[in-house]
């Protein structure tokens, strides 16, 4: 059994996963504090919490004692001391950038109690890249959330060969109080599980559109019908970030110098043009802001 409870969690990140964290944490109870240097991101987040549980007691799904009790249970800061101070699990939602995280989790060592657990929310880095940063690798974990996170059940967490059994533990344990449902990767491997099999078919779909064979919306079709999936890669992409895509892109190519893993041209255009998807209102589909 783990040798304390997890009551406290700070978010790192107000951006689409980072405020859907934080309120699927309030929501199930823990006290949650999010914190972001972006302080219009910030507010958006806060803004966001004000709107969502309102709108979900209207519609019966929630009660509204229980909307009352989560949004008192979550607050929003700029300051990372304030909103890490108390935490006992830390969960980084930061953009893909290894050094921006390494320099996060630099701090959060110094910040936090002893024993708390700093996890992040990276959908491509394992944590062994970054654990040295701190004095306590055996508490630094990959909890790698799905977009929507107030939706998305499923949560990869991955046990690097740093990682303590009690960390895992715990980090299960967060997931299955907060309602959803996690799965252990027993060894780090990039991309983890569901990323591997996403990023094979989103590389595909990309060449197919580069090479002039179909358009975004045909291939989106030809998925979603044919192989069932809730939505093609390119709807896909622009739910996640047409910039997450590039980040990770670049971040693998650095990394190994295999001009495989570069961005393909239309990313590298979108990303340029910052038509990042649903975030800007345009991406492959244009959106309403």
């Given at each position: 059994m783990p040798n304390f409870e997890v009551k406290t969690i700070c978010v790192i990140g107000a951006g689409n996963m980072g405020h859907q964290i934080s309120l699927s944490a309030a929501l199930a109870g823990?006290?949650?504090?999010?914190?972001?240097?972006?302080?219009?991101?910030?507010?958006?987040?806060?803004?966001?919490?004000?709107?969502?549980?309102?709108?979900?007691?209207?519609?019966?799904?929630?009660?509204?004692?229980?909307?009352?009790?989560?949004?008192?249970?979550?607050?929003?800061?700029?300051?990372?001391?304030?909103?890490?101070?108390?935490?006992?699990?830390?969960?980084?939602?930061?953009?893909?950038?290894?050094?921006?995280?390494?320099?996060?989790?630099?701090?959060?060592?110094?910040?936090?109690?002893?024993?708390?657990?700093?996890?992040?929310?990276?959908?491509?880095?394992?944590s062994s890249k970054i654990a040295d940063v701190t004095g306590r690798p055996e508490k630094v974990c990959n909890m790698h959330f799905f977009n929507p996170a107030l939706v998305m059940k499923l949560v990869e967490v991955v046990k690097g060969p740093h990682v303590a059994d009690e960390t895992v533990e715990v980090a299960v344990g967060v997931c299955k109080k907060m309602g959803k449902v996690p799965v252990v990767l027993q060894k780090e491997i990039y991309g983890f599980l569901v990323n591997r099999v996403v990023s094979a078919i989103k590389t595909e779909a990309l060449y197919i559109y580069d090479m002039g064979v179909a358009t975004p919306e045909d291939i989106d079709?030809?998925?979603?019908?044919?192989?069932?999936?809730?939505?093609?890669?390119?709807?896909?992409?622009?739910?996640?970030?047409?910039?997450?895509?590039?980040?990770?892109?670049?971040?693998?190519?650095?990394?190994?110098?295999?001009?495989?893993?570069?961005?393909?041209?239309?990313?590298?255009?979108?990303?340029?043009?910052?038509?990042?998807?649903?975030?800007t209102g345009q991406g492959f589909y244009e959106y309403c802001k």
């Open positions: 823990y006290t949650v504090i999010c914190t972001d240097i972006n302080r219009e991101i910030l507010q958006k987040a806060e803004n966001f919490a004000d709107t969502y549980l309102p709108e979900r007691v209207a519609k019966g799904k929630l009660a509204e004692e229980d909307a009352k009790a989560a949004r008192a249970r979550l607050t929003f800061t700029a300051s990372l001391a304030e909103a890490a101070k108390d935490a006992d699990m830390v969960i980084e939602a930061a953009i893909e950038k290894l050094e921006l995280k390494r320099k996060i989790f630099a701090d959060l060592d110094k910040i936090c109690p002893p024993h708390a657990i700093l996890a992040t929310n990276s959908s491509y880095i394992i079709t030809a998925v979603v019908h044919a192989l069932g999936h809730p939505m093609g890669p390119f709807r896909l992409m622009d739910l996640t970030g047409i910039d997450l895509s590039y980040y990770v892109g670049m971040e693998r190519y650095q990394e190994t110098g295999d001009p495989k893993y570069k961005p393909s041209p239309v990313v590298v255009e979108k990303f340029v043009k910052k038509e990042w998807g649903r975030k």
